[in-house]
Nanobody, 127 residues
Framework: QVQLVESGGGLVQAGDSLRLSCAASGRTFSNYAMGWFRQAPGKERESIAAITWSSTSTYYSDSVKGRFTISRDNAKNTVYLQMNSLKPEDTAVYYC????????????????????WGQGTQVTVSS
C-alpha cells in the first residue's frame, strides 16, 4: 500500500485560505486515485473531494464546491487541497486517502473504496 502524510492544517479565521498537502510514498503514485475526507467532532467522516490519477476527473461535495480545489502533481507524489473562503463549519480533521485505480475518468468517492489513509491534519476555522 501507499503511505500518506498530510500537512498544512492550522488555525485560521473565517474567510481565510489554506492549502493542504498529502505526500505519498511506497508505490507508483500515478496509479492511484486520491481523495480528501474530513471528520468534524461528533460527526461521521465525509468525502469532500476526489481526483483520478490523470486529473481528468474531479469530484466535490456540495459543501465545498466552488470553494475548494483538489489537484495533484504526480512528479512530486503529492495531492493538494486548496481551501478558500473557509467557514467555521469547515473545522475538522482532514484526511487524504489513496486507491489503486488506473482509470482516467472513473472517480472513487466512497470511504470504503480507499484502503490507504494518512494520519490527518487539523483545520480550525474561527468566526
Amino acid at each position: 500500500q501507499v503511505q500518506l502524510v498530510e500537512s498544512g492544517g492550522g488555525l485560521v479565521q473565517a474567510g481565510d485560505s489554506l492549502r493542504l498537502s498529502c505526500a505519498a510514498s511506497g508505490r507508483t503514485f500515478s496509479n492511484y486515485a486520491m481523495g480528501w475526507f474530513r471528520q468534524a467532532p461528533g460527526k461521521e467522516r465525509e468525502s469532500i473531494a476526489a481526483i483520478t490519477w490523470s486529473s481528468t476527473s474531479t469530484y466535490y461535495s456540495d459543501s465545498v464546491k466552488g470553494r475548494f480545489t483538489i489537484s495533484r502533481d504526480n512528479a512530486k507524489n503529492t495531492v493538494y487541497l486548496q481551501m478558500n473562503s473557509l467557514k467555521p463549519e469547515d473545522t475538522a480533521v482532514y484526511y487524504c486517502a489513496a486507491k489503486f485505480n488506473p482509470s482516467r475518468t472513473v472517480l472513487s468517492t466512497l470511504i470504503y473504496e480507499y484502503p490507504s489513509w494518512g494520519q490527518g491534519t487539523q483545520v480550525t476555522v474561527s468566526s
